[in-house]
């Protein structure tokens, strides 16, 4: 009934539900990207955001990707094995916490191992644009000089994680605005739900309004009031 319900809105959830098995993939894809360079980028994870089965997909598909990119052995082999040892680190560090009783959330994804730095930087300080921008960046930097100096395979899996970690961002982003659009609105229509149903114009309902209230039947438009008023507001517009 109200503006969030409107036939383009409409068509958009239909393509979004539709979209949701490539978004999944999608996803998959970033989550698997970002993970092969995520035990030396960040420190301090949570216990079930690094988890046992996280280090061994982390593992296989970063030794598959190295592999398909033609990296020397040499090479995939040395850092598949810095990987396992950071890994290890991460463990340990997990493992003290708890034996301490330290509280820390177990889904925290990290702290950026050169955030004073970045924090410098334009935007430094803002979260999406660390995660979207500067740790990407700092990926493909390496990636180029690993490039230049060691091996173009092991170079080209560093850029295909950086291209994954700024799609990575970009979809937690728009999860992230999607949700608080949602508490926005949720927020405008607590207040003026009433005012709504009672038919006042959109400029005095921050845009929100019942299409067609003001020519409903009062059967009609008691059946719409009642769906969407508290107990005590209901009382006051069918009195």
Request: with cysteine.
């Amino acid at each position: 009934m109200s503006q969030a319900h409107d036939s383009i809105n409409a068509v958009g959830e239909i393509v979004t539900e539709r979209a949701k098995g490539f978004r999944a993939f999608g996803l998959i894809m970033a989550e698997l990207g970002f993970c092969m360079v995520m035990p030396w980028l960040r420190n301090r994870l949570g216990e079930r955001f690094f988890s046992p089965f996280m280090i061994a997909v982390m593992t296989i598909f970063t030794f598959s990707v190295a592999n398909m990119m033609n990296a020397s052995p040499t090479f995939i082999s040395a850092y598949v094995g810095l990987l396992v040892a950071l890994s290890i680190y991460h463990l340990f560090v997990i493992n003290r916490r708890n034996a301490n009783d330290e509280q820390w959330h177990t889904r925290y994804e990290g702290n950026f191992n050169i955030q004073s730095l970045v924090n410098k930087l334009p935007k430094g300080k803002s979260y999406w644009w660390c995660e979207g921008f500067y740790e990407p960046l700092l990926v493909l930097v390496i990636g180029l000089l690993i490039n230049k100096f060691l091996d173009a395979g092991l170079s080209a899996l560093f850029v295909f994680s950086a291209a994954w970690m700024v799609i990575r961002a970009r979809f937690y982003y728009f999860l992230y605005r999607e949700k608080l659009l949602d508490e926005r609105d949720a927020l405008i229509e607590s207040e003026v739900k009433l005012d709504a149903v009672n038919g006042k114009p959109a400029s005095e309902t921050k845009g929100f309004i019942v299409k067609g209230v003001n020519t409903m039947k009062p059967n009609d438009k008691k059946a719409v009031a009642r769906s969407m008023l508290s107990e005590k507001d209901f009382s006051e517009i069918s009195s």
